[in-house]
């Protein structure tokens, strides 16, 4: 079974400052993909960024950019330049071969002006 | 970008009846929707796989007669909870994948959520 672990229920930042949000995941499957998602009070979610386990590289998005350990089974988020509209849920998500996606528990993030 | 429709945004329904949850892809073809139920201030759970033209695959612990999964066309599938009861009041998300997308990292779309609350 695929499980995924966040394990800092709430967080919070300074505007304009960097935070990291960690999420650790576990399966025994060698290929698969990662996702951040966003979801703010409007509770629809957003994709973040995404990584390929298979790809060394770190993914990037403008300010957001992952940090991607495949032996450590880690896959955290940074934000920088952090703005007010980053304020909401980030779950971080596990999607394996067959497309089903398990998501983790979940980090609300509250960016103080 | 792919769009997902999901209604309704609310339902508040009482204590054994049926409720239906419609998710429809707009602007693309989804063979594979997923349904997801979350509580409050809590993760989305995976409930079940729709898959068109076939019977939903449920996660262990989802009852398969309770929780109703129709995917009848490539653009719409259905969630209907029977016999609802107090316990089943939650925010129900579905969500699709673009069956013409080539790439297996592609994303998932996901609709606005129902709420319901079964009184």
């Known amino acids: 079974a695929q499980t995924v672990t966040q394990s800092q229920p709430e967080m919070s930042v300074q505007e304009a400052e960097t935070v990291t949000l960690s999420c650790t995941y576990d399966t025994s499957e060698n290929n698969y993909y990662l996702f951040w998602y966003k979801q703010p009070p409007s509770r629809q979610m957003i994709l973040v960024i995404r990584?390929?386990?298979?790809?060394?590289q770190n993914a990037t998005e403008n300010r957001f950019s992952v940090n991607f350990q495949k032996a450590a089974k880690s896959f955290s988020l940074k934000i920088s330049d952090s703005q007010l509209g980053d304020t909401a849920m980030y779950f971080c998500a596990f999607m394996r071969t067959g497309n089903q996606f398990y998501f983790g528990t979940g980090t609300s993030l509250t960016v103080i002006p | 970008g792919a769009v997902v429709s999901q209604h309704p945004s609310r339902v508040i329904c009482k204590s054994g009846t049926s409720v239906k949850i419609e998710c429809r892809s707009l602007?693309?073809?989804?063979?594979?929707m997923f349904w997801y139920r979350q509580f409050p201030k809590q993760s989305l759970m995976l409930m079940a796989t729709?898959?068109?033209?076939?019977?939903?695959?449920?996660e262990q612990g989802v009852e398969k007669d309770k929780f109703l999964i129709n995917h009848a066309s490539l653009t719409l599938s259905t969630l209907t909870v029977t016999s609802a009861h107090p316990e089943d009041s939650s925010f129900y998300i579905c969500?699709?994948?673009?069956?013409?997308?080539?790439?297996?990292?592609?994303?998932?779309?996901f609709g606005n959520g129902t709420r319901l609350t079964v009184t």
């Open positions: 969500s699709a994948r673009d069956r013409l997308s080539s790439s297996y990292n592609s994303p998932l779309h």
């Open positions: 729709s898959n068109e033209g076939s019977k939903a695959t449920y």
């Open positions: 602007d693309f073809q989804a063979t594979t």
């Open positions: 990584q390929e386990a298979y790809k060394q």
